[in-house]
């Protein structure tokens, strides 16, 4: 009768961890493998791009830990090449763009062979008569739709933002509206409604005027359509307008005095661009 039961408890020991290990390969199965992502940045000029520069290499750090992606950086623009891209599934810049020739050429073929991009603020910027000229039409006209750079608000403000596409993946679980972290926020010369490829996700909505504190008159938005988020269909991308924190110029301590990370949705809403970019073909 002992042995009976021996017998009987073994082979249900047995099962159990049969069923254990085939529930634990079918859950790591189930789950989405791992990508890279490699982020361009400069760091250079302007003190509140080089905070933001800062703590998004510790706010993607922390995030790829937690939904399973691998986040590595570089100010070595000579690596913006094929061979060094193919090992990765996104391409980020974080506040400039490649001025080199080449640089320029390996990133198209990459985006055109099915790369993902997500750039910030000051990444799609191009004012003839500056450092950063519109010289390059493909990226500025074609990609990212926006052509050169119109103006902006000060300071550095927060913003009411509308959802425009809430069927999008990166929008996914968004409110109609959410509030953004404080940012300068870009006006362009090209009206991206009127490009067929682009679409917008999320514009500055009407509640947030006046937008910026000034002191130039100019630097305050009183009306207008502000595209801040979008997407070219032609490509795996997303540009997001902010990335610029506010700084204490004033008190000449140069602290930062926000942080772009600061939004629960505006994180969501990186959050779900990163996902959807990364796990999808």
Same mark, same amino acid.
């Given at each position: 009768m002992k042995t009976a039961i021996k017998q009987f408890i073994t082979t249900c020991l047995s099962v159990f961890v049969i069923i254990n290990t085939s529930f634990f390969c079918y859950s790591q199965d189930k +789950?989405?493998? !791992? #990508?890279? &992502? *490699?982020?361009? %940045?400069?760091?250079? =000029? $302007?003190?509140?791009?080089? $905070? #933001?520069? +800062?703590?998004?290499?510790?706010? #993607?750090?922390?995030?790829?830990? +937690?939904y399973n992606f691998q986040y590595d950086s570089t100010n070595n623009w000579n690596n913006l090449n094929l061979p060094f891209l193919s090992q990765y599934k996104i391409v980020l810049f974080l506040d400039t763009r490649p001025e080199d020739s080449a640089q320029r050429a390996a990133f198209q073929q990459y985006m055109q062979k099915g790369g993902a991009w997500i750039g910030f603020h000051f990444s799609a910027f191009a004012l003839n008569n500056s450092a950063f000229p519109q010289n390059w039409d493909w990226y500025h006209n074609q990609f990212l739709g926006s052509g050169e750079y119109g103006s902006n608000t000060w300071r550095p403000t927060s913003a009411i933002l509308r959802v425009e596409d809430r069927k999008h993946p990166a929008t996914k679980g968004l409110p109609?509206?959410?509030?953004?972290? !404080? @940012?300068?926020? /870009?006006?362009?010369? @090209? $009206?991206?409604?009127? @490009?067929?490829? &682009? +679409? &917008?996700?999320?514009?500055?909505?009407?509640?947030?005027?006046?937008?910026?504190?000034?002191?130039? !008159?100019?630097? *305050?938005?009183?009306?207008? %359509? %502000? !595209?801040?988020?979008?997407? @070219?269909?032609? %490509?795996?991308?997303? /540009? #997001? =307008?902010?990335?610029?924190n506010d700084m204490d110029y004033e008190g000449k301590t140069n602290k930062p005095l926000s942080s772009t990370f600061s939004s629960e949705n505006q994180n969501r809403l990186l959050i779900n661009s990163i996902l959807w970019l990364g796990r999808n073909k």
């Open positions: +789950k989405s493998p !791992p #990508f890279k &992502i *490699i982020a361009f %940045y400069t760091a250079k =000029n $302007d003190l509140a791009h080089i $905070d #933001f520069v +800062k703590e998004a290499h510790q706010w #993607f750090r922390q995030t790829g830990e +937690k109609p509206k959410i509030t953004a972290a !404080p @940012n300068e926020w /870009y006006r362009w010369k @090209n $009206d991206l409604r009127k @490009n067929r490829d &682009i +679409k &917008i996700l999320l514009s500055i909505d009407t509640s947030s005027f006046p937008l910026g504190t000034g002191p130039k !008159p100019h630097e *305050i938005w009183h009306e207008g %359509y %502000y !595209p801040v988020v979008w997407t @070219n269909t032609r %490509y795996r991308m997303v /540009y #997001f =307008n902010m990335g610029h």
